[in-house]
């Protein structure tokens, strides 16, 4: 009664050995590309900022992060922060908040910080139009660290 079954089962295995890559081999090449999205993308679409108004490397006190502010070339008041630090500062999942100056910092991101995006060396985050009037604050914060990395000296956009 053995010898029955562990022939069946030496067959259902060689099937098996056989079978499993040729599946596993066309499950892969039947599967759909990943689709390409922008980095980092504007709520405005793809802007063009190329009027810089000045540029900062006193903001962060730690690190030498150089701040540059852009205005939309056409004649809008949509201004953009281009940010760009040395390659020895490495965080991971760097996210930048925009930080109202009456807001204070306690160890974790406040309610009324706003998002402008993830810090990618070069890359303009859009500022939103009511911010830009307003002083405030850069916030580095690491998102895999779960940490603020650091923040900037208040300023203010125009």
């Known amino acids: 009664m053995i010898l ?3 022939r069946r089962h030496r067959r259902m295995f060689a099937v098996i050995g056989v079978l499993l890559p040729v ?3 066309a499950g892969v090449a039947a599967r759909k590309p990943i689709p390409a999205t922008p980095l980092a993308g504007s709520p405005f679409g793809q802007e063009t900022f190329s009027v ?3 540029e900062r490397l006193d903001l962060f006190t730690n690190t030498t992060v150089r701040v540059q502010f852009l205005w939309e070339a056409s004649n ?9 630090a040395p390659k020895n500062f490495v965080k991971a999942d760097l996210l930048v908040y925009w930080l109202p100056a009456e807001s204070t910092l306690n160890g974790t991101v406040p309610d009324d910080a706003v998002l402008l995006g993830v810090f990618i060396s070069g890359q303009p985050l859009p500022v939103p139009l009511p911010l830009t009037k307003k002083p405030g604050s850069l916030l ?3 998102l895999a660290d779960h940490e603020i990395v650091q923040a900037s000296k208040i300023f203010t956009l125009q």
């Open 4 to 6: 029955p079954l562990r």
């Open 23 to 25: 599946v596993l081999v």
């Open 52 to 54: 810089k108004q000045g």
């Open 76 to 84: 809008t008041n949509r201004a953009a922060i281009q940010m760009s």
């Open 140 to 142: 580095l914060y690491s």
